[in-house]
């Protein structure tokens, strides 16, 4: 069912309780843990203990919200890096609209300062739902409850030629940080009258909107700075999977003479020293420069610690608790989920991740304190730039049906494109306030 924006805007008002509750604020100790590589990095005392695994999109969210909603219960973050560098926003800084990553990087100091959150920088390497303990490369955690929001990793293994040097010379760009700044640098060396080559895989895959976004903004790129270049967009889908209207219509009004979008090509082939992808080995691409997003799963832990489900992609999860079918106590949000769908799935996004944490810590709290657990309800917005100062939009409300989740809404952007400069900056202020959220 499609809405006008007005009556979306009353649905989301309505359906997204929980999610816009619990802005205030709290104190908290904040004292990092000493850490050192002992077997027990931190001894569990009385208090009952939730360990939150990854501090990106959900962990952050879901750390801060079982403390605010109950004190008592100590909260343990574990993530491998100091900072957070966020994907959305990261293709401005690809594309050149941006010089640093200074405004999509967090920090944690904040976060554990306000709400007593202990932070554990170090990699999991074992979540042991039987021994109810997180291995990590510092010691071991024990917990009562263990939270999970780890990401993606890449299915590389079905790409022919794929191997531990390839995303150096094709980056994928798809975990921000180092992989952007590859990416800029190469699409800044090349000259003019180069080749972009992007390639996208299949759904389910992080951000589904997200590889569009970034073939405007490259274009965007190429025909103000390199004019006499072009890029070249292959989908492994048969035909575009997000805001198709609003994309086909950026790319025909404003990027005409740089950009060729090609549906139902997956690549299966790369050939790094002839600088070209290859589809099922029948026709080859060559580009100057070659952004490859291979297909994509759970993150690596979670595979190694037997969450993923039949399919050894993503984890299956409980639509209400968010616990694993596969590890009693352990409780899996954002990317890494099939969460049970009735019609579209919840797309991978960083706002989706946000939604899903916020119930997750109720429901957590709820089953550690013998109170009933509440129904899913949530919201995803995601703005995408098709300039540098125009974006559109999808919104979608979500809701449980039948222990399925459901989206009974959804709204895009008008198709004359009347509110493309107020979306920008909306875009802007979303990306403002979602990393405030997770960084105090
Ligand atoms: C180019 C691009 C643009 C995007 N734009 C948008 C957008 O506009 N809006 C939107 O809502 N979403 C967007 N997304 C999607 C968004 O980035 C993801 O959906 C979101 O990050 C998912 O949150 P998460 O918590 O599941 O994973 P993440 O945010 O990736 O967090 C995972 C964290 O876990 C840590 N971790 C992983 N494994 C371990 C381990 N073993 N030990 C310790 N730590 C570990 C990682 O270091 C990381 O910090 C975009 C994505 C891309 C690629």
Redesign the pocket.
């Known amino acids: 069912m499609t809405f006008d924006r007005r009556s979306f805007i009353k649905l989301v008002g309505s359906a997204s309780g929980l999610a816009l509750a619990g802005c205030a604020t709290t104190t908290g100790s904040g004292d990092a843990p000493a850490v050192g590589k002992t077997a027990e990095l931190m001894p569990k005392g009385s208090a009952r203990r939730v360990v939150v695994?990854?501090?990106?999109?959900?962990?952050t969210i879901a750390a801060k919200y079982i403390r605010m909603l109950d004190k008592s219960i100590e909260v343990v973050l574990?993530?491998?890096?100091k900072q957070?560098v966020?994907?959305?926003?990261?293709?401005f800084y690809i594309a050149g609209m941006t010089n640093d990553m200074n405004a999509i990087t967090i920090g944690y100091d904040k976060l554990a300062a306000n709400h007593g959150i202990k932070m554990v920088y170090?990699?999991?390497?074992q979540i042991d739902a039987a021994a109810k303990k997180v291995v990590t490369t510092e010691g071991t955690l024990a917990y009562d409850r263990c939270i999970v929001?780890?990401?993606?990793d890449f299915r590389t293994e079905e790409i022919e030629g794929y191997n531990a040097k390839t995303a150096e010379a094709f980056p994928h760009?798809?975990?921000?940080g180092a992989q952007s700044t590859l990416l800029r640098n190469q699409l800044q060396a090349m000259p003019d009258g180069g080749t972009v080559v992007m390639s996208m895989p299949l759904t389910p895959y992080?951000?589904p909107p997200?590889p569009y976004?970034?073939s405007c903004l490259i274009a965007h790129y190429l025909k103000k700075h390199k004019p006499k270049s072009k890029l070249i967009l292959l989908d492994a889908n048969p035909d575009v999977v997000s805001k198709k209207p609003l994309f086909t219509k950026a790319w025909s009004t404003y990027y005409k003479d740089n950009f060729q979008y090609i549906g139902g090509k997956k690549v299966t082939q790369v050939n790094v020293a002839g600088k070209s992808v290859s589809i099922e080995g029948i026709e080859d691409f060559k580009g100057d420069v070659i952004n490859l997003i291979p297909p994509q799963r759970a993150?690596?832990?979670m595979v190694k610690s037997g969450l993923v489900g039949d399919d050894k992609r993503w984890c299956p999860v409980d639509a209400i608790s968010f616990e694993s079918p596969k590890a009693k106590g352990v409780h899996i949000?954002?990317?890494?989920t099939a969460l049970p769908s009735d019609g579209p799935p919840m797309p991978?996004?960083?706002?989706?991740?946000n939604s899903q944490a916020k119930f997750c810590a109720q429901n957590v709290l709820n089953l550690m304190n013998g109170k009933p657990t509440v129904e899913f309800s949530g919201i995803?917005v995601?703005?995408?730039a098709i300039s540098d100062h125009e974006s559109v939009s999808i919104a979608q409300v979500f809701n449980l049906q039948n222990g399925k989740i459901k989206s009974p809404a959804t709204a895009i952007s008008p198709a004359d494109f009347s509110l493309t400069k107020a979306e920008h900056a909306y875009g802007e202020s979303w990306l403002k306030n979602i990393l405030t959220e997770m960084s105090t």
């Open positions: 695994v990854g501090g990106g999109y959900g962990g574990v993530e491998k890096s957070f966020s994907c959305p926003f990261s293709n170090a990699e999991v390497t929001s780890p990401g993606i760009a798809w975990k921000a992080r951000c997200g976004e970034r993150a690596d832990i949000i954002g990317d890494a991978k996004s960083g706002y989706s991740a995803n995601c703005y995408s």
